[in-house]
């Protein structure tokens, strides 16, 4: 039984239990007058079940809620080291002085990684990326095209850092505009740097 199954059980329990109380309660006054406390022994009686019944209501609905709090910090973990793996296959191959077809491969197959855990605009911004790093690699190197590179790159890592934290949050004083420029300025920075070296 699903949780809203329940908890429409348990409601229908509750609202049983509160009329039948009541028509209890009635018949009680009625019947019990001169017996000395049977309407505080039946209010008593009535009262406890009307608790029972809404804390296992409300336990139930946190239980659900931990769960579902429990699967989202998962899901993020998953997603995160998904995305670290592969910044850092990316960071590998651009070390290299050539690198192995096997290695494209394996960036190619980083969609299917992706497709598992990231947002449909994570997929096409990759999809973007594949193509640049398709149209840059004929030499099976990065050497002389890094700036491309770095420039799909930087696009990419932005996706990916907006479907982490939320395209809203995580900015802290900056909008979202300027933290693309400063993502990119540092890209073409990298870039610059990695000429003089």
């Known amino acids: 039984m699903n949780v809203n199954g329940r908890q429409l059980l348990y409601l229908a329990f509750t609202l049983l239990t509160m009329v039948a109380g009541y028509l209890y309660l009635r018949y009680a006054y009625r019947v019990t007058d001169e017996m000395p406390f049977a309407q505080e022994v039946v209010l008593i009686v009535l009262g406890t079940i009307i608790t029972v019944l809404i804390t296992a209501l409300l336990l139930n609905k946190q239980t659900a809620v931990e769960i579902e709090k429990e699967q989202n910090i998962k899901f993020l973990d998953l997603k995160a080291r998904t995305y670290e793996h592969l910044l850092n296959l990316l960071e590998g191959m651009s070390q290299l002085e050539t690198f192995t077809q096997r290695q494209l491969t394996d960036l190619k197959f980083m969609t299917h990684r992706l497709a598992i855990v990231s947002s449909p605009e994570v997929l096409e911004e990759y999809q973007r990326f594949l193509k640049v790093v398709s149209e840059i690699s004929a030499d099976m190197s990065f050497a002389d095209d890094q ?21 809203d949050q995580g900015q802290g004083r900056l909008s979202a505009r300027e933290v693309a420029r400063v993502i990119l300025s540092n890209s073409d920075l990298s870039h610059k740097l990695g000429r003089k070296v």
């Open 147 to 167: 700036h491309p590179l770095h420039s799909a790159l930087s696009r990419l890592s932005l996706t990916l850092r907006a479907d982490l934290i939320g395209r």
